[in-house]
């Protein structure tokens, strides 16, 4: 338990995967700037893909207009060609800039297949600050409590740079891929310290192979084992789980959905 006075992380567990989806897009709306164009921040993977899909819902609708939004993606895998359909750009294509009209210009992901990784990392930072900084971004979770592509042992201060997939990523990654082979060893990813810099951060994780690493996320103390406890750091991050997600909690963490874990 924190002590009074810090950050509170709020936590609901959604009954289904539509109201999981509807509750993390109202999070997503509600944090977006009304006087000038909003900055995204993107997740792939699995977990957020709904999300997307209620956004583009809504916009369909008229009720958001997010064509004017620039994104930035949270990490890409290096050793793929451009274009590779495996790569993070085409699913950030894909799930997000054709589903909500947004110009590709002004969506970022890292360019895993640049020849100086360490420049690129850089004007990355470069190009995220001078975008005026993420608004919101949506966030997944390793089962091993990466955020991004920081793994166990990232530095909760790390800025985007060149990094290594664990072998627990490798294999959950696999199922994209034909062959676990060609899973791609290596990133470039945001660093933590880069995703504490959002302004709002909307995590969203769904199924049993989530539970223990969000229960070490939201109870244990911070520590770069877990990266994903840096959140706790965080004043503005809300966190949206299914019941098998949310399984591994201690009852007083799951009494706190709703209102908010201390
Ligand atoms: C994706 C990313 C990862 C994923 C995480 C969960 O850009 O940075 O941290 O969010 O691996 O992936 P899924 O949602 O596929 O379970």
Redesign the pocket.
């Known amino acids: 338990m924190r002590a009074p006075g810090t950050p509170t992380i709020r936590l609901t567990i959604a009954r289904s995967p539509h109201e999981l989806a509807t509750l993390a897009a109202d999070a997503v709306v509600e944090a977006l700037p009304g006087d000038r164009a909003p900055v995204l921040g993107v ?6 893909s709904g999300v997307y899909v209620e956004l583009a819902r809504r916009q369909a609708a008229g009720e958001i207009d997010l064509r004017d939004a620039s994104a930035f ?3 890409e895998y290096v050793g793929l060609p451009d274009g590779d359909p495996h790569s ?1 750009r085409a699913v950030v294509d894909e799930q997000v800039v054709v589903p909500l009209g947004l110009d590709p210009a002004r969506v970022h992901v890292p360019h895993g297949s640049a020849a100086d990784l360490a420049a690129e990392a850089a004007s990355y930072e470069r190009r995220i600050s001078e975008a005026g900084g993420v608004d919101v971004q949506i ?4 089962r091993n409590g ?4 920081n793994e166990p042992g990232s530095a909760l201060d790390s800025r985007t740079r060149e990094a290594e997939l664990a072998p627990e ?1 490798i294999a ?2 696999a199922r994209f891929f034909d062959n676990p082979d060609q899973v791609p060893r290596r990133c470039v ?1 945001q660093g933590v310290g880069t995703i504490l810099d959002a302004r709002r951060i909307v995590l969203v994780a769904q199924g049993e192979a ?1 539970a223990d690493a969000l229960a070490h996320a939201l109870e244990d103390a911070v520590s770069p084992a877990w990266p994903a406890t840096a959140l706790q750091q965080h004043a503005d991050v809300i966190v949206i789980v299914d019941e098998a997600a949310a399984s591994s909690l201690t009852p007083e963490a799951r009494a706190a959905a709703g209102v908010g874990i201390r």
Do not use: E, M, V
């Not at 997740?43 to 957020?48: D, E, I, K, Q, V």
């Not at 966030?139 to 390793?142: A, E, F, S, V």
């Open positions: 997740a792939t993977g699995s977990s957020p993606a949270l990490d993070y966030l997944g979770i390793g990466h955020i991004a592509f990523t959950d990654n990813t989530k």
